[in-house]
């Protein structure tokens, strides 16, 4: 069985409790027990892994390598500012797929800009929680041969 690593940056465990109108209500465990559900009814194993340091992130992906065949990456703020972490995206070469709860294009300036999307086949933002369920969509095809992405 195919198998997924869904991997959640700084802050992100801390989803449901402050700004529901930017991130939703769910919270981030609700999020991950709707994830694995969907990844189940696909066929496909999915282990989720949240962290607020950018070095056990990296270490994370490392680990992916050999593990797990795809990977959904909300990286949090440091999506903007890690270049440690693309690195990291393509040193496993693996095919990732980029979530955002919140639309970064429309938001501030300094979140317009993702180093992570270099390193991805796809970015899905603005469609809250459900951007998760897109992603594992889009990483299913992938990974079936179905899709037209590298
Ligand atoms: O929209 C997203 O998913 C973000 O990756 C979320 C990051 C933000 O820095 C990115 O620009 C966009 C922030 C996550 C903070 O999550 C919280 C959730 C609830 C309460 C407080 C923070």
């Known amino acids: 069985m195919p198998s997924i690593l869904l991997l959640n940056g700084p802050n992100l465990n801390l989803l449901g409790t402050r700004q529901p109108e930017v991130y939703?209500?769910?919270?981030?465990?609700?999020?991950e027990r709707s994830c694995v559900q969907h990844a189940t009814s696909l066929g496909l194993d999915l282990v989720c892994m949240q962290s607020?340091?950018?070095?056990a992130l990296i270490d994370a992906l490392h680990a992916a390598r050999g593990?797990?065949?795809?990977?959904?990456?909300?990286a949090g703020a440091y999506t903007h500012t890690s270049i440690a972490l693309?690195?990291?995206?393509?040193?496993?070469?693996?095919?990732?797929?980029?979530?955002?709860l919140s639309n970064i294009h429309a938001r501030e300036e300094f979140r317009h800009q993702s180093y992570i999307s270099r390193a991805v086949i796809g970015q899905i933002c603005g469609f809250g929680s459900q951007g998760y369920l897109?992603?594992?969509?889009?990483?299913?095809?992938?990974?079936?041969?179905?899709?037209?992405?590298e």
């Open 52 to 55: 607020n340091h950018e070095g």
């Open 24 to 31: 939703g209500s769910e919270t981030l465990e609700m999020v």
């Open 134 to 149: 897109f992603a594992i969509d889009a990483l299913a095809r992938h990974l079936s041969g179905e899709a037209n992405t």
């Open 67 to 74: 593990t797990h065949d795809g990977i959904i990456l909300n």
């Open 86 to 100: 693309m690195d990291a995206l393509f040193s496993v070469a693996l095919p990732a797929v980029e979530v955002h």
